[in-house]
């Protein structure tokens, strides 16, 4: 039975809102920390994370449980750039945390409207006002936006149902029922808000209101769950300009892999194909365990050769080069699949991996650059500075590298703290930190596990040296 490496479907979708959900459900890693996204209990929590980590496949597997678990809740499912307020107008630049409230109760109302199947099309219907928004304190939100769409449609039997164009009927009586509800509830599931973000005084205080807007929402009305997804590049920039924001920070959960999780996601994508796509060349009757592992050996070798006389397992090899990103797993897998196949390989082996590991690693240079320009728009050639130079380095000689390379190069380039440039590459994902502990394995921190370092001038490092990544290393010249 041939398997034709190239199948795109082999390494799961890119884009986790778009998987086919038999497939999601299938490799999605379950954490302890994600029961907390589906209990509607907690009414705001927001998932902070880079590109790449499945911030959009939570929010999508959140909607799945949460409608297995609360059928007849509302779910309202939208991107970022859907939901936001024309800050054009003077009204919404007044007051931006009411704007986003107006926004996501119309959002909401023209939800319960397609769920009476009743359009609401008229901004009259719509349009939730300051002073309504205000009265819905202490209500249940399905029940007052019901109650308020009750009063504005026409009653059957009125006679203004011809003129008004509503086919009402025992939908009006639906919404009498969502009215008196108490016990329904809306789920607001909110992707890609930050999508046209862009670093500017006007942009930072527009798409923080939106955070404040919603911890005013869940504070203020019952029966409200938000869920959020937000890149970790944009919210460090919203909460240094917002103080308000640290009012959110016990509801942002930061979304994260190691390595391990991330060879374990792999595996299981694979497994997800053949169970879905190819079931009659899955493994009948074996374990969860034993079953994924076979899976995962008609794809790929089982071992790749590690230093001079080591061999690893190839899913942890292929995780090394993913700095904790699923994606960019499968972005990996994905071209070395096309290199497979070309060569004629059934399987990907070792060098069809470092085959396209220059492109690849190119690539994900420029995701770095996408994401951190934001931050600092010259984060590109700063990254140049590394090129052809050293795989690891202390902090003198990282600072020293910054200031002779691209401070005294291009001093219009702005900051001329190599210090404060130097956080950046590390928040960023340039550089990791890393300890020698006395010979054994060494110890590797990221800036999530420890974002002091490289802040304070008493101690910068705690005793830790740099690296670069070894992603990044084909594309600055440093090997493999």
Wanted: proline letters at 4%; aromatic letters at 10%.
């Amino acid at each position: 039975m041939t398997i034709d490496l190239t199948d795109d479907r082999i390494f799961g979708n890119d884009a986790g809102d778009d998987e086919d959900e038999r497939v999601l459900e299938r490799y999605f890693f379950e954490r302890p920390e994600f029961l907390r996204f589906y209990d509607r209990a907690n009414t705001l929590r927001i998932v902070k994370a880079r590109k790449g980590t499945g911030k959009s496949a939570l929010l999508r597997r959140t909607e799945s449980v949460a409608k297995r678990e609360h059928p007849s809740d509302v779910f309202v499912v939208c991107k970022g750039p859907e939901i936001f307020p024309d800050f054009s107008q003077q009204r919404n630049i007044e007051n931006p945390v009411l704007a986003w409230q107006q926004s996501i109760c119309a959002r909401i109302n023209r939800a319960l409207g397609a769920s009476i199947k009743v359009a609401m099309t008229d901004d009259q219907m719509s349009l939730v006002e300051a002073a309504e928004i205000d009265s819905f304190r202490g209500r249940n939100i399905v029940s007052a936006l019901s109650d308020r769409l009750l009063k504005k449609l026409p009653v059957p039997g009125s006679g203004a149902l011809e003129r008004h164009r509503i086919p009402i009927g025992d939908e009006y009586q639906l919404l009498q029922r969502y009215a008196s509800d108490e016990s329904s509830s809306v789920w607001f599931l909110v992707d890609d808000v930050d999508a046209t973000f862009r670093n500017t005084t006007t942009n930072k205080a527009n798409l923080s209101a939106f955070f404040s807007a919603c911890r005013d929402l869940a504070q203020k009305v019952r029966g409200l769950t938000l869920r959020i997804a937000v890149r970790t590049d944009v919210w460090t920039l919203l909460r240094g300009a917002d103080e308000a924001l640290d009012k959110c920070d016990q509801y942002v959960f930061n979304l994260r892999w190691s390595n391990e999780q991330v060879a374990y996601i792999l595996v299981s994508k694979v497994d997800a194909y053949f169970q879905i796509y190819r079931p009659e060349i899955a493994v009948p009757g074996a374990g969860e365990a034993a079953r994924k592992a076979h899976s995962y050996r008609m794809i790929f070798q089982q071992k790749y050769p590690w230093g001079r006389d080591k061999q690893i397992d190839s899913q942890t090899y292929i995780a090394l080069y993913s700095q904790g990103r699923p994606r960019w797993s499968s972005n990996l897998c994905r071209a070395a699949a096309v290199k497979a196949d070309s060569r004629g390989h059934i399987k990907i082996d070792e060098p069809d991996i470092k085959s396209v590991l220059p492109e690849y690693s190119a690539q994900r240079r420029l995701d770095l650059t996408g994401e951190h320009s934001q931050e600092y728009d010259h984060i590109g050639s700063l990254m140049q500075v590394f090129s052809g130079w050293r795989r690891s380095f202390t902090t003198q000689e990282l600072l020293g590298r910054i200031h002779a390379e691209h401070i005294r190069k291009s001093k219009e380039q702005g900051s001329s703290d190599a210090v404060q440039l130097a956080h950046l590459l590390f928040r960023g994902g340039v550089i990791s930190a890393v300890k020698e502990d006395g010979g054994k394995r060494a110890k590797r921190l990221e800036f999530e596990e420890n974002p002091t370092l490289l802040t304070s001038r008493i101690s910068l490092d705690e005793g830790y040296g740099w690296e670069i990544p070894m992603f990044l290393r084909p594309a600055l010249k440093l090997g493999y």
